[in-house]
């Protein structure tokens, strides 16, 4: 049996996606990602993902979605600005099934989002795991 799951902390939070295809249940690290679980929860509620698209697929790595636009250029933060990176320890890209901040570049954060569809080892330290 594999480890991963052990070595990930527990979650302390849920939202739930509704999606054209169905639910997407989404566990949050809220207290090991502060910035980015809040942002993500907020823009939620407030329902700026609403009727967005995911707009981007790697096969056997990720889909994105949180833009607005739909292009892949567009979204912005509840902070007003991107935020910071918040990377921890337990919290690798070693699976599927994880959702991540998708950013241009260092605390580049703001809406856009991706859902991993293998382990993706590259992106360790490069992106905000914030739930699976």
Same mark, same amino acid.
């Given at each position: 049996m594999s480890n991963i799951y052990i070595q990930e902390p527990p979650t302390n939070g849920? =939202? =739930?996606? %509704? +999606? +054209? =295809? @169905?639910p997407i249940d989404v566990e949050l690290w809220s207290k090991e990602t502060p910035k980015a679980c809040r942002n993500f929860v907020q823009l939620c509620l407030e329902? $700026? $993902?609403?009727g967005t698209i995911f707009h981007r697929l790697i096969k @056997?790595?990720?889909v994105q979605g949180g833009d607005p +636009?739909? +292009?892949?250029?567009? @979204?912005?933060?509840v902070y007003g600005k991107p935020f910071r990176d918040?990377? %921890?320890s337990?919290?690798?890209?070693v699976r599927r @099934?994880?959702?991540?901040?998708a950013s241009a570049g260092r605390d580049?954060?703001?809406s856009q989002f991706f859902f991993t569809l293998g382990a993706t080892p590259h992106l360790n330290n490069k992106h905000t795991i914030f739930g699976k």
């Open positions: 849920k =939202v =739930v996606l %509704h +999606t +054209t =295809v @169905g329902g $700026y $993902y609403d @056997g790595m990720c +636009t739909g +292009t892949g250029e567009g @979204g912005q933060s918040e990377f %921890h337990r919290l690798r890209f @099934g994880l959702i991540a901040m580049d954060n703001a």
